[in-house]
Protein backbone atom coordinates (compact mmCIF):
# COMPACT_ATOMS: atom_id res chain seq x y z
CA UNK A 1 0.00 0.00 0.00
CA UNK A 2 1.45 3.30 -0.97
CA UNK A 3 2.26 5.35 1.69
CA UNK A 4 2.51 9.50 1.96
CA UNK A 5 4.35 11.73 3.75
CA UNK A 6 4.30 15.66 4.58
CA UNK A 7 6.44 17.71 5.83
CA UNK A 8 6.08 21.26 7.07
CA UNK A 9 9.45 23.48 7.80
CA UNK A 10 7.92 26.40 9.85
CA UNK A 11 9.79 29.49 8.36
CA UNK A 12 11.19 27.70 5.17
CA UNK A 13 12.53 28.76 2.42
CA UNK A 14 13.17 27.63 -1.10
CA UNK A 15 16.79 27.87 -1.17
CA UNK A 16 16.92 25.66 2.25
CA UNK A 17 14.91 23.00 0.35
CA UNK A 18 16.81 22.91 -2.92
CA UNK A 19 20.21 22.73 -0.79
CA UNK A 20 18.38 19.91 1.25
CA UNK A 21 17.28 18.15 -1.95
CA UNK A 22 20.40 18.23 -3.32
CA UNK A 23 21.70 16.23 -0.03
CA UNK A 24 18.91 13.74 0.16
CA UNK A 25 18.23 12.65 -3.37
CA UNK A 26 19.76 10.97 -6.30
CA UNK A 27 21.71 13.86 -8.21
CA UNK A 28 20.59 13.13 -11.58
CA UNK A 29 17.27 14.51 -10.45
CA UNK A 30 15.51 11.06 -10.19
CA UNK A 31 13.44 9.60 -6.94
CA UNK A 32 14.73 7.70 -4.36
CA UNK A 33 14.32 4.07 -4.69
CA UNK A 34 10.46 3.35 -3.33
CA UNK A 35 9.66 6.89 -3.54
CA UNK A 36 7.00 6.91 -6.77
CA UNK A 37 5.81 10.82 -6.39
CA UNK A 38 7.70 14.16 -4.55
CA UNK A 39 6.64 17.51 -4.44
CA UNK A 40 7.02 20.52 -2.88
CA UNK A 41 6.18 24.72 -2.67
CA UNK A 42 6.00 27.54 0.06
CA UNK A 43 2.86 28.09 2.20
CA UNK A 44 2.17 30.37 4.62
CA UNK A 45 4.44 30.12 7.27
CA UNK A 46 6.91 27.87 5.96
CA UNK A 47 7.14 25.31 2.98
CA UNK A 48 5.84 21.87 2.61
CA UNK A 49 7.34 18.98 0.84
CA UNK A 50 5.01 16.04 0.10
CA UNK A 51 6.33 12.59 -1.28
CA UNK A 52 4.58 9.22 -1.54
CA UNK A 53 6.78 5.91 -1.29
CA UNK A 54 5.53 2.61 -2.11
CA UNK A 55 5.07 1.44 0.91
CA UNK A 56 5.17 2.42 4.64
CA UNK A 57 8.69 0.81 4.80
CA UNK A 58 10.11 2.02 1.52
CA UNK A 59 9.03 5.51 3.62
CA UNK A 60 11.14 3.79 7.14
CA UNK A 61 14.26 2.74 5.32
CA UNK A 62 14.60 5.96 3.41
CA UNK A 63 13.98 8.40 6.73
CA UNK A 64 15.89 6.21 8.41
CA UNK A 65 19.56 5.87 6.34
CA UNK A 66 18.89 9.09 4.10
CA UNK A 67 16.67 11.58 5.99
CA UNK A 68 17.51 11.23 9.51
CA UNK A 69 20.98 10.98 8.95
CA UNK A 70 20.77 14.42 7.09
CA UNK A 71 18.77 16.11 9.96
CA UNK A 72 21.63 15.01 12.52
CA UNK A 73 24.26 16.89 10.75
CA UNK A 74 24.60 20.98 9.73
CA UNK A 75 24.10 21.61 6.78
CA UNK A 76 24.87 25.33 5.95
CA UNK A 77 21.75 26.87 3.75
CA UNK A 78 19.37 23.56 4.18
CA UNK A 79 16.94 22.93 6.50
CA UNK A 80 17.74 22.16 10.37
CA UNK A 81 16.21 19.77 13.08
CA UNK A 82 13.01 17.62 11.87
CA UNK A 83 10.33 19.25 10.50
CA UNK A 84 6.75 18.74 11.63
CA UNK A 85 5.49 15.65 10.11
CA UNK A 86 2.03 13.89 8.91
CA UNK A 87 1.66 10.78 7.20
CA UNK A 88 -0.95 9.03 5.43
CA UNK A 89 -1.89 5.50 4.65
CA UNK A 90 -2.82 6.09 1.38
CA UNK A 91 -6.15 5.02 0.17
CA UNK A 92 -6.29 5.87 -3.52
CA UNK A 93 -3.61 6.89 -5.63
CA UNK A 94 -3.86 8.05 -9.16
CA UNK A 95 -0.43 9.47 -11.13
Known amino acids: MAYAIMHFWPGGTAE???ISLRAVHPSDGS???GQIFHCAGPVEGGYHIYAVHESK???ENFRDTVVLPYAAENHEGGFQGVPVETD????H???
Open 93 to 95: LAL
Open 57 to 59: ESW
Open 31 to 33: LPP
Open 88 to 91: IEVH
Open 16 to 18: QYD
